[in-house]
């Protein structure tokens, strides 16, 4: 019988009604390895009544007992991580060292909620006026909810719901439904870890349980991380009614490299950053920008070879490269923006299409391609691909290869390579894009910084994690205070701005 899946509420796994499900493909095989329940709008509310009634008493838990289940999630993720990232690997399709980064980023996420008795210290003020002081204070939201995407399925919602719990509020994750296991294992640890029953709530669904989300008058805040017209959709509908909503969407991030970079470096980077979990990382470097001929012939003529070591294989091979994509579905669509490349005319170099795995034919393998003399105003450049395909766009100069980035509707990441320190300092203060490395090809934040997007890569002011996602999921409250001596009725109140 096919494996199910089912949501997990008020610390129990919790069988649902809809009747609605989805299909779990083993990626490495292209069989149907399990199915999850979809839940109806009634099921994913009841589930926010019983987060409604446990965030009370979690609220009002002081923030070291909070911190401290935090500190025990931790150590049982690192027990854990093994299986995490086995379970992780067999629904999603990375290899498993992959997926044990995919955890490991998470776990870093939870190391810095660990802090949160001292991220929640307030201001004060002594002596704002004639014994006056005025102190602030950040309190939970109330409920708040993730939306997340297939590509990091333990690190985005750990993104969310640990800096969300630490700060008192209770959670419901709304996973991807294309690999929802471990997102349950990662509730289930919590609970082991002390987490009262109904603080953290899986529920499991499409666009009827997100709906459910936007407009319900108990959730405060909903954090969504996934494609760009889905964040732009999450973004419009939660903020009219009334939520606040970080949306982080889709992305397409350039990798410029000077003449003097360090050219054996970059081939480096740029095979383990375009193709890396087969491209499907949204921090991924899917475009190059050699400035010059010269370094672009230079490029092509190390990365070809490179490129030829890239063998994608079984997602518990150690020695593969990559594992398969996540569904037939993406393969498909990959395949089609590299035909539009070869039909819009840019030079496909190496082509990934038809690579098959021997006894694993129905996998959703696909090999590394690579394309050269790439314009911007082709369709398969403007978009975002999230395959295993690295596009090369010529610039003459610098001033022409910045301008990529900074007008592509997408604004992750970028990167530039290069040894001239002032070339770099400058490009990182002026490029129109929120995340930037220098000669660092996945430039993510690490968790006490903040992570975050421009333009189409992010709809919403507040970033991920760090002290922006303290700030997500708490508002402030400005208490003046006075405690008079004497006859109260004989001192007037003077507030400090009438003096
Ligand atoms: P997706 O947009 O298809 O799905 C994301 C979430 O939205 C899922 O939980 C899904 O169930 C839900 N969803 C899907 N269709 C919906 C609809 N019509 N209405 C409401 N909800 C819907 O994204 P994905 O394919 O799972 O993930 C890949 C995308 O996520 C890529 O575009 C990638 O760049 C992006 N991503 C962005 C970041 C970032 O931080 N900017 C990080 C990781 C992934």
Same mark, same amino acid.
């Given at each position: 019988?096919?494996?199910?899946?089912?949501?997990?509420?008020?610390?129990?796994?919790?069988?649902?009604?809809?009747?609605?499900?989805?299909?779990?493909?083993?990626?490495?095989?292209?069989?149907?390895?399990?199915?999850?329940?979809?839940?109806?709008?009634?099921?994913?509310?009841?589930?926010?009544?019983?987060?409604?009634?446990?965030?009370?008493?979690?609220?009002?838990?002081?923030?070291?007992? +909070?911190?401290?289940?935090?500190?025990?999630?931790? =150590?049982?993720?690192?027990?854990?991580?093994?299986?995490?990232?086995?379970?992780?690997?067999?629904?999603?399709?990375?290899?498993?060292?992959?997926?044990?980064?995919?955890?490991?980023?998470?776990?870093? #996420?939870?190391?810095?909620?660990?802090?949160?008795?001292?991220?929640?210290?307030?201001?004060?003020?002594?002596?704002?006026?004639?014994?006056?002081?005025?102190?602030?204070?950040?309190?939970?939201?109330?409920?708040?909810?993730?939306?997340?995407?297939?590509?990091?399925?333990?690190?985005?919602?750990?993104?969310?719901?640990?800096?969300?719990?630490?700060?008192?509020?209770?959670?419901?994750?709304?996973?991807?439904?294309?690999?929802?296991?471990?997102?349950?294992?990662?509730?289930?640890?919590?609970?082991?870890?002390?987490?009262?029953?109904?603080?953290?709530? #899986?529920?499991?669904?499409?666009?009827?349980?997100?709906?459910?989300?936007?407009? %319900?008058?108990?959730?405060?805040?909903?954090?969504?991380?996934?494609?760009?017209?889905?964040?732009?959709?999450?973004?419009?509908?939660?903020?009219?009614?009334?939520?606040?909503?970080?949306?982080?969407?889709?992305?397409?991030? %350039?990798?410029?490299?000077?003449?003097?970079?360090?050219?054996?470096? $970059?081939?480096?980077?740029?095979?383990?950053?375009?193709?890396?979990? =087969?491209?499907?990382?949204?921090?991924?470097?899917?475009?190059?920008?050699?400035?010059?001929?010269?370094?672009?012939? +230079?490029?092509?003529?190390?990365?070809?070879?490179?490129?030829?070591?890239?063998?994608?294989?079984?997602?518990?091979?150690?020695?593969? =490269?990559?594992?398969?994509?996540?569904?037939?579905?993406?393969?498909?669509?990959?395949?089609?923006?590299?035909?539009?490349?070869?039909?819009?005319? =840019?030079?496909?170099?190496?082509?990934?299409?038809?690579?098959?795995?021997?006894?694993?034919?129905?996998?959703?393998?696909?090999?590394?391609?690579?394309?050269?003399?790439?314009?911007?105003?082709?369709?398969?450049?403007?978009?975002?691909?999230?395959?295993?395909?690295?596009?090369?766009?010529?610039?003459?100069?610098?001033?022409?290869?910045?301008?990529?980035?900074?007008?592509?509707?997408?604004?992750?990441?970028?990167?530039?390579?290069?040894?001239?320190?002032?070339?770099?300092?400058?490009?990182?203060?002026?490029?129109?894009?929120?995340?930037?490395?220098?000669?660092?090809?996945?430039?993510?934040?690490?968790?006490?910084?903040?992570?975050?997007?421009?333009?189409?890569?992010?709809?919403?002011?507040?970033?991920?994690?760090?002290?922006?996602? $303290?700030?997500?999921?708490?508002?402030?409250?400005? $208490?003046?205070?006075?405690?008079?001596?004497?006859?109260?009725?004989?001192?007037?109140?003077?507030?400090?701005?009438?003096?």
């Amino acid at each position: 019988m096919t494996r199910e899946i089912h949501h997990f509420i008020k610390g129990q796994s919790q069988t649902g009604t809809s009747g609605r499900w989805a299909d779990i493909y083993n990626p490495n095989t292209g069989e149907v390895q399990a199915r999850v329940q979809l839940a109806t709008k009634e099921e994913l509310s009841n589930a926010v009544a019983i987060a409604k009634e446990a965030q009370i008493g979690w609220a009002a838990t002081n923030p070291q007992r +909070r911190a401290r289940v935090l500190f025990k999630f931790k =150590a049982l993720l690192e027990e854990h991580m093994q299986e995490l990232a086995e379970l992780l690997a067999s629904e999603h399709g990375k290899v498993v060292e992959d997926a044990k980064g995919d955890v490991q980023r998470g776990l870093e #996420v939870i190391e810095f909620a660990c802090g949160i008795p001292h991220l929640l210290k307030g201001e004060f003020t002594e002596g704002a006026g004639p014994g006056i002081d005025v102190y602030s204070m950040r309190q939970p939201l109330g409920v708040a909810a993730g939306i997340t995407p297939f590509n990091f399925p333990a690190m985005i919602p750990m993104w969310m719901f640990g800096v969300a719990i630490a700060c008192g509020n209770s959670f419901i994750l709304k996973p991807s439904e294309k690999d929802p296991s471990v997102p349950v294992r990662l509730a289930e640890l919590m609970r082991e870890a002390g987490l009262p029953d109904g603080v953290l709530n #899986v529920v499991h669904g499409d666009k009827e349980a997100v709906d459910g989300i936007l407009t %319900h008058p108990d959730i405060k805040a909903v954090s969504f991380v996934g494609s760009s017209d889905i964040a732009h959709y999450v973004y419009s509908t939660g903020t009219a009614h009334g939520k606040r909503v970080q949306a982080m969407g889709g992305a397409k991030n %350039h990798g410029i490299i000077l003449p003097d970079a360090d050219i054996d470096q $970059v081939v480096k980077d740029l095979v383990g950053a375009a193709y890396g979990s =087969a491209g499907e990382r949204c921090m991924a470097l899917p475009v190059a920008v050699p400035v010059g001929d010269e370094t672009a012939e +230079r490029l092509i003529a190390k990365l070809k070879p490179a490129m030829e070591n890239l063998k994608p294989g079984l997602s518990s091979d150690p020695e593969a =490269a990559y594992g398969p994509v996540v569904t037939q579905a993406h393969k498909e669509k990959i395949e089609h923006y590299i035909q539009m490349g070869v039909d819009e005319g =840019a030079d496909l170099l190496v082509d990934g299409r038809g690579f098959s795995l021997q006894g694993y034919e129905k996998g959703f393998f696909i090999g590394p391609s690579l394309f050269d003399n790439v314009t911007p105003n082709m369709r398969s450049y403007q978009e975002e691909i999230f395959g295993p395909v690295l596009q090369i766009v010529r610039a003459k100069d610098l001033e022409e290869a910045a301008s990529l980035p900074s007008n592509h509707q997408y604004g992750n990441g970028v990167a530039i390579f290069t040894r001239n320190g002032l070339a770099a300092r400058e490009f990182a203060s002026k490029v129109n894009v929120g995340m930037v490395g220098v000669n660092v090809p996945i430039p993510v934040p690490v968790a006490y910084h903040t992570f975050g997007g421009w333009k189409r890569s992010a709809f919403g002011d507040v970033n991920q994690h760090g002290p922006e996602g $303290v700030r997500f999921y708490t508002k402030v409250k400005t $208490v003046t205070q006075r405690w008079p001596s004497g006859d109260v009725g004989d001192q007037s109140f003077i507030i400090p701005t009438m003096q």
